[in-house]
């Protein structure tokens, strides 16, 4: 049987849209050029988004005087307030976003479902958890704060990995235990808010908002480490990831040992949105959006690591940028505004995913 016409175009579109390069040692690497040109245009838009936000604010600047402070060629007063008060908080909103990004990525391509998000399967509860038991019990410091969400984050994926398996981790079983772990954790968030005394209530709850508002270098430094780290690490294996989505069975026969990558990425998914929420608070559906706008837009096969993670760097920094021309400097916090969206998409998710079939 001759292949149709759709399947003769679809493969000649693949073939133009893919290109073969090779280094000078013998290695070769296969690039995807729409895929290229979608994260040079994301990384783009987060610059401008960046640009942009750090001009907001009670004392306003142009993009050309913020550009021109960035490179040194600032007044001593825009100096002092770029370098010293909205440079950092911008920084740990590209940084969470990309974050965000890329470990909602790793985790819908080992869970083969659009909903396998951190914020959904109860890794970002944990780090919100860890950080409230700090705040209500121990009444700890900023920097103690951030090492309970990390630890918090850490223990939940940990939990969540030994209760999932079963001879292997299944996508449906790990997003299925990801939602009780998740429903649980919210009780205990619950509970201690019960608990703590009106200072320490109020504390949490700004926390638990997810916010980009007083951000500084001590914020900056822990999580530039950790992408600095992580990122390598599991971009590393996109290729094995690729070869998950195709099935236990097809990734063993093409050499991929799938449970030694699998629990890579996931421990390194895990530490990433641990690192994002001690850094910025749980901010929601960033991690979930993220990955799936990339997807559609490099029309391209696999996680799409490099598109999720820049998408997630452009979602966090523009929506905080909206949330300040919206609503007024530092009124209302950038995880209200993505948890509002959020919700939408993910009724628009759930709906298309039910009129596929798949849910």
Same mark, same amino acid.
């Given at each position: 049987?001759?292949?149709?016409?759709?399947?003769?175009?679809?493969?000649?579109?693949?073939?133009?849209?893919?290109?073969?390069?090779?280094?000078?040692?013998?290695?070769?690497?296969?690039?995807?050029?729409?895929?290229?040109?979608?994260?040079?245009?994301?990384?783009?838009?987060?610059?401008?988004?960046?640009?942009?936000?750090?001009?907001?604010?009670?004392?306003?600047?142009?993009?050309?005087?913020?550009?021109?402070?960035?490179?040194?060629?600032?007044?001593?007063?825009?100096?002092?307030?770029?370098?010293?008060?909205?440079?950092?908080?911008?920084?740990?909103?590209?940084?969470?976003?990309?974050?965000?990004?890329?470990?909602?990525?790793?985790?819908?391509?080992?869970?083969?479902?659009?909903?396998?998000?951190?914020?959904?399967?109860?890794?970002?509860?944990?780090?919100?958890?860890?950080?409230?038991?700090?705040?209500?019990?121990?009444?700890?410091?900023?920097?103690?704060?951030?090492?309970?969400?990390?630890?918090?984050?850490?223990?939940?994926?940990?939990?969540?990995?030994?209760?999932?398996?079963?001879?292997?981790?299944?996508?449906?079983?790990?997003?299925?235990?990801?939602?009780?772990?998740?429903?649980?954790?919210?009780?205990?968030?619950?509970?201690?808010?019960?608990?703590?005394?009106?200072?320490?209530?109020?504390?949490?709850?700004?926390?638990?908002?997810?916010?980009?508002?007083?951000?500084?270098?001590?914020?900056?430094?822990?999580?530039?480490?950790?992408?600095?780290?992580?990122?390598?690490?599991?971009?590393?294996?996109?290729?094995?990831?690729?070869?998950?989505?195709?099935?236990?069975?097809?990734?063993?026969?093409?050499?991929?040992?799938?449970?030694?990558? $699998? &629990?890579?990425?996931? *421990?390194?998914?895990? #530490?990433?949105? @641990? %690192? +994002?929420?001690? !850094? /910025?608070?749980?901010? =929601?559906?960033?991690?979930?959006?993220?990955?799936?706008?990339?997807? $559609? &837009?490099?029309?391209? *096969?696999?996680?799409? #690591?490099?598109? @999720? %993670? +820049?998408?997630? !760097? /452009?979602?966090?920094? =523009?929506?905080?940028?909206?949330?300040?021309?919206?609503?007024?400097?530092?009124?209302?916090?950038?995880?209200?505004?993505?948890?509002?969206?959020?919700?939408?998409?993910?009724?628009?998710?759930?709906?298309?995913?039910?009129?596929?079939?798949?849910?």
């Amino acid at each position: 049987m001759s292949p149709s016409p759709r399947t003769v175009r679809t493969a000649r579109t693949r073939t133009i849209r893919t290109r073969t390069v090779r280094t000078g040692g013998g290695l070769s690497l296969r690039v995807d050029s729409r895929a290229v040109l979608v994260v040079l245009l994301l990384l783009a838009l987060a610059a401008a988004a960046s640009v942009a936000l750090i001009g907001t604010g009670d004392f306003p600047m142009s993009p050309a005087d913020v550009v021109r402070t960035l490179t040194g060629g600032g007044t001593p007063a825009q100096d002092v307030i770029v370098h010293d008060l909205r440079l950092p908080r911008v920084l740990v909103g590209l940084l969470a976003g990309g974050c965000l990004g890329l470990a909602g990525a790793v985790f819908q391509s080992v869970s083969r479902n659009p909903l396998g998000s951190p914020d959904v399967i109860g890794f970002g509860q944990g780090s919100a958890a860890g950080a409230l038991v700090v705040i209500v019990l121990f009444h700890g410091d900023p920097f103690a704060v951030a090492a309970g969400a990390v630890a918090g984050g850490v223990v939940t994926g940990l939990a969540v990995y030994l209760l999932a398996w079963k001879k292997g981790i299944n996508g449906y079983r790990l997003v299925l235990v990801g939602i009780g772990a998740a429903a649980v954790l919210t009780g205990l968030r619950d509970y201690l808010m019960t608990k703590a005394d009106l200072v320490d209530a109020t504390r949490s709850m700004i926390w638990m908002v997810g916010s980009l508002n007083g951000r500084d270098w001590e914020q900056v430094r822990p999580l530039l480490i950790a992408a600095a780290v992580l990122f390598p690490l599991v971009l590393g294996h996109g290729r094995a990831l690729r070869m998950l989505e195709m099935g236990d069975d097809a990734a063993y026969a093409l050499g991929v040992r799938a449970e030694r990558t $699998r &629990l890579v990425v996931m *421990a390194s998914a895990v #530490l990433l949105t @641990a %690192a +994002a929420t001690a !850094a /910025a608070g749980p901010i =929601g559906f960033v991690a979930l959006a993220a990955p799936q706008l990339a997807r $559609r &837009l490099t029309r391209a *096969a696999g996680p799409g #690591l490099f598109a @999720a %993670a +820049a998408m997630g !760097a /452009a979602l966090l920094v =523009g929506a905080d940028w909206a949330s300040q021309r919206l609503f007024g400097a530092d009124k209302l916090p950038v995880g209200a505004l993505t948890g509002m969206f959020g919700g939408c998409y993910l009724l628009w998710l759930l709906f298309t995913e039910r009129k596929a079939g798949r849910v």
